[in-house]
């Protein structure tokens, strides 16, 4: 005689069923719907990030420091701030900004590490706030269809969502080696995360991530 299976994978054979069913009657207009809700929740998130998270820190780190502390290099292979923010500039400007309104792609992406201190870190900053200023609109407009379009960007190929995502990923990365060329030119904390307690938890209360 056949043994029956165990109750708790009889259980998770009749949820599988009941979801597949549930798939199966959802309509188009669901379907679309549920695809529209999360690319907002991911659109915000990325916005949130790139223009109210790493822009305002990364900006008030470069603000206290000299120019040349900007342009210090710690050895040939390695890259200032200077140049830091200007590659910064060009990856936003060509990855989202002229991407998604399809405009020309004027980027220049050896200049910005050969750069050697001719720009001041106002400047530099100045540049980078207008490009995320532009970013950020593009940013607030976009949809699911833009983002399962294809685009060609600097000799790829890629869907909207992966150059909005390749955006916020590599400014996190370069955001943070300023921060650390900072706190290394100058020896002070920067104080982000002040809202946590000893155990490196938020207090009750603290601004949601």
């Not at 708790?8 to 809700?37: E, K, P």
């Not at 190929?157 to 706190?183: C, D, P, R, S, W």
């Amino acid at each position: 005689m056949r043994k029956m299976p165990p109750c708790h994978v009889c259980f998770g054979i009749q949820q599988l069923w009941n979801r597949y069913r549930m798939i199966l009657t959802m309509t188009t207009s669901d379907l679309s719907q549920q695809n529209a809700t999360v690319a907002e929740l991911f659109l915000q998130f990325s916005r949130k990030k790139l223009v109210e998270q790493y822009w305002p820190r990364l900006r008030g780190a470069v603000e206290g420091l000299t120019d040349e502390q900007v342009w210090w290099r710690p050895n040939p292979a390695s890259n200032s701030v200077g140049n830091l923010l200007l590659h910064l500039n060009g990856n936003v400007r060509q990855w989202i900004i002229a991407s998604f309104n399809r405009t020309e792609d004027a980027r220049d992406r050896p200049s910005e590490f050969a750069a050697e201190g001719s720009i001041s870190g106002a400047a530099l900053l100045e540049r980078l706030a207008q490009t995320i200023d532009e970013a950020a609109s593009v940013l607030a407009r976009l949809t699911v269809d833009d983002l399962l379009a294809t685009y060609p960007i600097q000799g790829y190929a890629v869907n909207g969502l992966h150059a909005v995502f390749q955006v916020v990923e590599h400014f996190g990365m370069h955001y943070g080696q300023v921060l650390y060329i900072t706190k290394a030119l100058q020896g002070r904390d920067l104080g982000f995360y002040s809202e946590l307690n000893k155990t490196g938890r938020a207090s009750e209360g603290s601004k949601k991530l």
